[in-house]
């Protein structure tokens, strides 16, 4: 079983930045996908980005420029930097592992951009 602690959420104004950090434990295996996720109140929950283990990544189209997924050196951490922030990235942003067809989340964290 993997446990997943995210943090970094918050509010912010429409262009500014802000970082989210999440940290993995428990049966985690050397190859795996992370990632995040958001939902936003009465929508579906969207991938937002995801990174390999070998630093592949995966970014919907419409955080494409101005978000950033990356790993940490300890490879069981992964950042979201994002920059030139919407109010339509208003959300819970979830942070995920995913190993084969076994996924693992976390409780998410709030983002709420201000217009």
């Known amino acids: 079983q993997v446990q997943l602690a995210e943090s970094g959420g918050g509010l912010v104004q429409a262009g500014g930045s802000l970082r989210l950090s999440c940290t993995a434990s428990g049966n985690i295996f050397s190859v795996n996908t992370m990632g995040w996720s958001r939902q936003a109140p009465g929508k579906q929950r969207e991938l937002v980005a995801s990174?390999?283990?070998?630093?592949?990544?995966n970014y919907a189209d419409s955080v494409k420029g101005r978000f950033t997924i990356s790993r940490g050196n300890a490879r069981n951490t992964v950042y979201l930097q994002m920059n030139s922030l919407k109010p339509e990235d208003t959300g819970v942003y979830y942070c995920?592992?995913?190993?084969?067809?076994?996924?693992?989340w976390g409780q998410g964290t709030q983002v709420t951009v201000s217009s």
């Open positions: 990174i390999t283990s070998g630093g592949g990544t």
């Open positions: 995920n592992y995913r190993f084969t067809a076994t996924y693992s």
